[in-house]
């Protein structure tokens, strides 16, 4: 059962082959089995169980959604009412949301059985799952390996198949990262197609939620759950929600895809390039024009990031002082030792570095220096995806430099953790959608092919993800002890 | 030395929105701590403000009030610091674009009018409180009122006395309630004023070091707080000292400031505008929309009453500091058929000084509009004397039956009958042969006591026209 995709299960469980609370005991089991992973922070079983039930009730009443009845995982950023919402972090080890996130609140009313809440770096800060309190998740393909972040838990609980998919959050390529890393799809959708309300904040002009899945064919349905406008997120896009799974085998004939010469330049990884060519060769015979494509300043893109993302966390944060919610230090003596204490106590080492950046980058006589040119730099990288988007349909490229790397192979070097999302942050600043799909394998760790569309693109990304995946299988690919 | 004084005002107002400006949460006073204050307000993880327009709507109704400038697009920012009633850890406020810009108010001081210009005007959430009684030795937090929605009203530093800051003041509070957009409630902090102070040799172009008194929440504090911060500030310079930048507590019991902290001390804000909220664009529609609901303004409205109705400027002013009152004049005169000035002495003297009295405002006026219009309309066609429509008066204010009704109650009819006069004159002529003799002699003064007596007999409902033309006629002989 859990190797089905979300429409077989879907199928199965109508024709009550097999009910929800079967097929849920199925997952938990494997939960269970494979706990060594750490890809759960929080097992929500009886809630599970009990979702199941009624959804195998909605079923027996004819009244399904695409998603009744079928197991998701939630990243543990999203709210959940009455369970732990923890964002990875001891700050938060103590918090039962009294609320759920809107996207919480949609996959309850499609009828989905949520089985717990999923590992990440701390306050979706990292891109190994290291830093996350409850500590690092190991990746199923090698687990020496990191599974990526900051959304390494869901990577990891689709990739084992823990759970039929998994939800995610992406600020720099804490989705596509991952996905590339632990060889499934993730797509992060245009900034503001899904709702950040309930979503715990890292940095909100850049944080965004989408699917985790085995295909783009998944990833459709679940968009399809997630996406729409949402009046409590004034960031939120009110835009008709198109059908996704309904273009999904339109022909890519005469599609023209751009590759970013900044991309393919001689720092990519021999392997990885000789992979991704042979990647865009399937495109080709699948009727695509290839054509380059010059972006002049995505080389800024990670040090604009790392003052713009920065600058929002120390504001984001600041909401964690242990008066109202969160981790308290023991016994403060006054105001300001609750205040240092209880958040030097609470935050990791990462997520103190960033409001630490953050903070001096907005201080006086910095802001100018740091934060305005940043957002200059921003628009400058915004104008080169839009002046080459007027030339090609779409842009591909690597999702990471390199497959998964050694867990604590990075922890003592910031800067070399934060080169892994070269290829993913730019896209981020630009607010643009894009998906990362499995291409391959080097040295029997999973890569993956990232595809950037326009904005609002993500039906025809699935589309041309979903081609893809018609004429290759590196999706359908299982590590080893995971069948 | 001479000194001048400059002053500029920050004032804080409440707008009066059934919801908070960035949650759905009541914004009503007094409830229990804690239980208007929602998710948002809390500062949850993960919630995330959404803008009220109304909020929106009350701050442009002021910009075109006071004729500013109605930014077509401003933004909200953080305004970072901690503490335990701002429960987010940074408060959402506007920094480079305001939504209101340059405007003005025009005040009148010892008979002068001056404009003092409103630099701009922003849209702010305000905090909780801190409750520092019965928690022993602990502090409280009451967050029902953090989100609020405040409008922070700032003026040029163009003020040069405390009376210049209060009149400002009071203006500023006669106009934001006549808007309709502040309650004005000053002991429910509904309008708080920050005063920037400082003093310069008289004549020197260049400001002196300012000091900024917080949180001053009435027009007496305010006049005597600045009046104290001048005293301690020439005092200070004349003895050698300096003044330093910083923010100062108005002690109202000690009358005195104090020192809060320094330029130093404090906070370094980190502004930065908030990802979580688009830029707020006013376009024309919006703009038009809320011009035609605009309410005539006090000052085109005191133009209006001093050329439509001939009033005097103190009167025009009395009536058009409040939209309930200068609506009940109107209704009265429209109502009464009597003369507007007639009215307006009404309103201004007899009625505002009950009202004053029994502490209540117009709207709660025991005398409705109409019931004065009865009364005036009997001293408008002589059925009743100014004397006797002061007693009419009281009755109104005591019951509630028509001015009419109390007339023929108490029989308090004037009598324009001659004859019934001229039989009481030949009376009281009769009676008082010696007081004839005077004012035969010579002694006019004399006349005042047989108006009296006339009065007296008759009650006070003689015609008095009637009764000097008689007894004139009669004393003559």
């Known amino acids: 059962m859990h190797n089905k995709s979300l429409k077989e299960l879907s199928i199965g469980l109508q024709n009550k082959e097999f009910s929800s609370v079967e097929l849920t005991q199925v997952f938990l089991n494997r939960i269970?089995?494979?706990?060594?992973?750490?890809?759960?922070?929080?097992?929500?079983?009886?809630?599970?169980?009990?979702?199941?039930?009624?959804?195998?009730?909605?079923?027996?009443?004819?009244?399904?959604?695409?998603?009744?009845?079928?197991?998701?995982?939630?990243?543990?950023?999203?709210?959940?009412?009455?369970?732990?919402?923890?964002?990875?972090?001891?700050m938060l080890d103590n918090f039962n949301a009294p609320y759920n996130a809107t996207v919480i609140e949609k996959f309850n009313q499609a009828g989905a059985v949520m089985l717990g809440k999923l590992n990440m770096d701390e306050f979706a800060m990292g891109s190994s799952n290291e830093t996350s309190y409850y500590g690092a998740v190991k990746n199923p393909w090698n687990t020496h390996k990191v599974p990526g972040g900051s959304s390494g838990g869901s990577a990891v609980a689709v990739a084992a198949k823990l759970a039929a998919f998994a939800t995610g959050t992406d600020t720099g390529?804490?989705?596509?990262?991952?996905?590339?890393?632990?060889?499934?799809?993730?797509?992060?959708?245009?900034?503001?197609?899904?709702?950040?309300?309930?979503?715990?904040?890292?940095?909100?002009?850049?944080?965004?939620?989408?699917p985790m899945t085995h295909s783009a064919e998944d990833a459709a349905i679940v968009l399809q759950t997630m996406a729409g406008f949402d009046p409590k997120d004034s960031t939120?896009?009110?835009?008709?929600?198109?059908?996704?799974?309904?273009?999904?085998?339109?022909?890519?004939?005469?599609?023209?895809?751009?590759?970013?010469?900044?991309?393919?330049?001689?720092?990519?990884?021999?392997?990885m390039a000789t992979k991704l060519s042979a990647a865009i060769d399937e495109y080709r015979k699948l009727g695509a024009e290839i054509k380059e494509v010059s972006m002049p300043n995505l080389k800024l893109a990670i040090p604009a990031y790392y003052v713009i993302a920065p600058a929002e966390c120390s504001a984001n944060l600041s909401r964690f002082d242990g008066v109202r919610f969160g981790h308290r230090c023991e016994n403060p003596v006054d105001l300001t030792d609750l205040y240092t204490r209880s958040r030097g106590e609470g935050f990791g080492k990462e997520v103190k570095r960033r409001i630490l950046m953050g903070t001096y980058a907005l201080s006086?006589?910095?802001?100018?220096?740091?934060?305005?040119?940043?957002?200059?730099?921003?628009?400058?990288?915004?104008?080169?995806?839009?002046?080459?988007?007027?030339?090609?349909?779409?842009?591909?490229?690597?999702?990471?430099?390199?497959?998964?790397?050694?867990?604590?192979?990075k922890m003592s070097?910031?800067?070399?953790?934060?080169?892994?999302?070269?290829?993913?942050?730019?896209?981020?600043?630009?607010?643009?959608?894009?998906?990362?799909?499995?291409?391959?394998?080097?040295?029997?760790?999973?890569?993956?092919?990232?595809?950037?569309?326009?904005?609002?693109?993500?039906?025809?990304?699935?589309n041309i993800a979903h081609q893809y995946q018609q004429v290759t299988n590196w999706h359908q690919q299982t590590p080893k002890g995971f069948a | 030395m001479e000194w001048e004084t400059v002053i500029g005002l920050e004032i804080h107002t409440q707008l009066a929105t059934q919801?908070?400006?960035?949650?759905?949460?009541?914004?009503?006073?007094?409830?229990?701590?804690?239980?208007?204050?929602?998710?948002?307000?809390?500062?949850?993880?993960?919630?995330?403000?959404?803008?009220?327009e109304d909020a929106v709507r009350k701050a442009v109704i002021f910009g075109m009030a006071i004729e500013a400038h109605i930014a077509p697009y401003s933004i909200f920012a953080r305004k970072n610091y901690f503490y335990p009633d701002l429960p987010k850890g940074y408060q959402i406020s506007q920094m480079d674009h305001p939504i209101v810009g340059k405007g003005h108010l025009d005040i009148e001081v010892d008979g002068v009018t001056k404009r003092i210009g409103i630099t701009r005007a922003h849209l702010e959430e305000d905090a909780g409180k801190s409750l520092h009684e019965n928690f022993h030795g602990l502090t409280g937090i009451d967050l029902n009122r953090a989100g609020t929605p405040l409008l922070e009203i700032v003026s040029e530093p163009e003020m040069s006395s405390a009376k210049e800051a209060v009149t400002y003041m009071r203006k500023l509070h006669e106009l934001v309630r006549y808007l309709g957009i502040c309650d004005g409630n000053m002991q429910e902090g509904s309008f708080r004023c920050d005063a920037n102070v400082s003093v310069r040799p008289k004549g020197?172009?260049?400001?002196?070091?300012?000091?900024?008194?917080?949180?001053?929440?009435?027009?007496?504090?305010?006049?005597?707080?600045?009046?104290?911060?001048?005293?301690?500030?020439?005092?200070?310079?004349?003895?050698?000292?300096?003044?330093?930048?910083?923010?100062?507590?108005?002690?109202?019991?000690?009358?005195?400031?104090?020192?809060?902290?320094?330029?130093?001390?404090?906070?370094?804000?980190?502004?930065?505008?908030?990802?979580?909220?688009?830029?707020?664009?006013?376009?024309?529609?919006?703009?038009?929309?809320?011009?035609?609901?605009?309410?005539?303004?006090?000052?085109?409205?005191?133009?209006?009453?001093?050329?439509?109705?001939?009033?005097?400027?103190?009167?025009?002013?009395?009536?058009?500091?409040?939209?309930?009152?200068?609506?009940?004049?109107?209704?009265?005169?429209?109502?009464?058929?009597?003369?507007?000035?007639?009215?307006?002495?009404?309103?201004?003297?007899?009625?505002?000084?009950?009202?004053?009295?029994?502490?209540?405002?117009i709207t709660d006026s025991p005398i409705s509009y109409e019931r004065l219009a009865g009364l005036l309309t009997r001293i408008t066609d002589n059925t009743i004397s100014g004397k006797i429509a002061k007693q009419v008066f009281e009755e109104l204010w005591q019951s509630s039956a028509s001015a009419d009704e109390i007339i023929a109650e108490k029989g308090l009819k004037q009598i324009t009958d001659t004859g019934a006069i001229e039989t009481i004159i030949n009376k009281i002529i009769a009676d008082n042969q010696d007081q004839v003799e005077q004012y035969r002699s010579g002694k006019d003064k004399v006349f005042a006591f047989f108006v009296g007596q006339v009065m007296k007999e008759m009650k006070g409902k003689a015609n008095p026209a009637e009764v000097n033309k008689i007894l004139k006629e009669k004393l003559q002989g």
């Not at chain 1, 008709?240 to 393919?264: C, M, R």
């Not at chain 1, 896209?427 to 904005?455: D, H, K, R, T, V």
């Not at chain 2, 930065?272 to 303004?297: G, S, T």
Request: negative net charge.
């Open chain 1, 32 to 90: 269970k089995q494979h706990q060594d992973l750490n890809a759960f922070i929080t097992i929500t079983e009886e809630i599970a169980l009990q979702s199941a039930k009624e959804a195998d009730i909605r079923i027996a009443n004819k009244k399904t959604d695409s998603l009744t009845g079928i197991p998701v995982a939630q990243k543990d950023i999203f709210c959940t009412l009455d369970v732990k919402t923890s964002c990875g972090s001891m």
């Open chain 1, 173 to 210: 390529g804490s989705i596509r990262q991952p996905a590339a890393l632990c060889g499934i799809t993730g797509l992060k959708p245009t900034y503001g197609r899904v709702s950040r309300f309930g979503m715990i904040a890292y940095a909100s002009s850049l944080d965004q939620g989408g």
């Open chain 1, 236 to 271: 939120s896009v009110d835009l008709p929600v198109p059908d996704y799974s309904a273009t999904l085998n339109q022909p890519l004939t005469g599609l023209k895809i751009g590759l970013p010469k900044e991309f393919f330049s001689d720092d990519l990884n021999a392997e």
């Open chain 1, 364 to 409: 006086t006589g910095y802001y100018d220096a740091y934060y305005v040119k940043a957002q200059k730099i921003r628009r400058l990288i915004s104008d080169d995806f839009k002046n080459a988007l007027t030339e090609v349909d779409v842009i591909m490229g690597p999702v990471t430099p390199t497959p998964a790397f050694d867990i604590g192979e």
């Open chain 1, 413 to 462: 070097d910031p800067v070399e953790m934060y080169l892994s999302d070269i290829y993913t942050i730019a896209i981020n600043l630009a607010g643009l959608p894009a998906l990362s799909i499995p291409a391959g394998f080097i040295n029997e760790m999973p890569i993956g092919l990232q595809i950037i569309g326009n904005y609002f693109t993500e039906a025809h990304l699935l």
């Open chain 2, 19 to 52: 919801s908070k400006i960035f949650s759905g949460a009541s914004t009503a006073y007094g409830a229990e701590p804690n239980t208007q204050a929602c998710a948002v307000d809390l500062g949850l993880p993960g919630v995330l403000p959404v803008l009220n």
């Open chain 2, 204 to 361: 020197q172009v260049e400001f002196g070091t300012r000091a900024e008194i917080k949180n001053i929440n009435s027009f007496k504090f305010v006049e005597k707080a600045i009046n104290h911060e001048i005293e301690r500030q020439i005092e200070l310079i004349e003895n050698g000292g300096k003044v330093v930048q910083e923010t100062r507590l108005y002690d109202s019991v000690k009358d005195e400031t104090r020192s809060m902290r320094s330029k130093e001390e404090a906070n370094d804000y980190r502004y930065f505008p908030d990802p979580d909220l688009l830029p707020v664009i006013i376009d024309e529609d919006f703009k038009a929309q809320i011009k035609a609901n605009l309410p005539e303004l006090p000052h085109a409205k005191k133009l209006r009453f001093k050329t439509d109705y001939q009033l005097d400027d103190e009167s025009a002013s009395i009536l058009t500091s409040s939209r309930t009152l200068s609506d009940y004049f109107e209704a009265v005169v429209n109502a009464s058929g009597s003369e507007a000035k007639l009215c307006a002495n009404w309103i201004t003297g007899d009625l505002s000084a009950a009202l004053n009295k029994a502490d209540l405002e």
